[in-house]
């Protein structure tokens, strides 16, 4: 079984302020998609495939990544950003989410 | 329009089994798997297993013992039969296509003695 680990668990950023959370896979994988969750919602997809940003997201957000190392960016840090990520591993079963990284408003 | 709609029992006894539907608007099962997501209380995103559009499955590896996964495509439903609960599979309980935007909203369920 493929574990992500996602870094840092939690962290806080000011507005306008670039946020970098990264997603470690105990195996490569071939792509890594990310997740949104805000309180009781369900998960919101922002990136799939590594790079390619969902439908209605803003480029604010960007994924990049190979192999075993894999990141998403915010490139300025908005209110509405606070939310807790996570990353996703559908390269092979059984299929992981990571741990997931609480990102706050500073 | 792709919609995802879980419902089940909200509450349900230790050691007795758990029954979950998912039913799917706007595209097929034969087309598309449809994977179980389960999150408890405070804690991350668990996947739990896939039916594809074959009718194959897979599983997570701790669940597997205990978890099914099933189909009745004429109805456009998925089923989650998942045996002998205990408290900590207390969570909601998601249907999604992963690689995809959708989700349903979620079904709560509680397990308790």
């Known amino acids: 079984e493929i574990v992500l680990t996602q870094s840092p668990t939690t962290m806080a950023a000011s507005p306008g302020e670039k946020v970098t959370l990264t997603c470690l896979a105990s195996s490569s994988v071939n792509y890594i998609y990310w997740f949104q969750q805000k309180s009781s919602a369900s998960p919101k997809l922002l990136i799939y495939?590594?790079?390619n940003l969902a439908s209605g997201v803003p480029d604010r957000f960007s994924g990049s990544g190979s192999g075993t190392s894999y990141s998403l960016t915010i490139r300025s840090m908005e209110a509405e950003d606070a939310a807790i990520y996570y990353c996703l591993q559908l390269t092979s079963t059984p299929y992981t989410f990571g741990t997931g990284t609480k990102l706050e408003l500073k | 329009q792709v919609q995802m709609r879980e419902t089940g029992p909200g509450l349900v006894q230790t050691t007795q089994t758990l029954s979950v539907t998912c039913t799917v608007f706007g595209f097929s099962l034969t087309s598309y798997g449809v994977h179980w997501v389960r999150q408890a209380p405070g804690k991350g995103l668990e996947w739990m297993g896939i039916?594809?559009?074959?009718?194959?499955?897979n599983y997570n590896s701790a669940l597997k013992s205990r978890l099914s996964i099933s189909r009745d495509t004429s109805k456009s439903q998925v089923f989650l039969t998942m045996n002998s609960l205990q408290t900590d599979d207390t969570a909601v309980y998601y249907c999604?296509?992963?690689?995809?935007?959708?989700w349903g909203q979620g079904v709560m369920v509680t397990v308790s003695s």
């Open positions: 495939y590594t790079s």
């Open positions: 999604a296509r992963l690689r995809t935007p959708y």
């Open positions: 039916i594809w559009g074959d009718g194959s499955t």
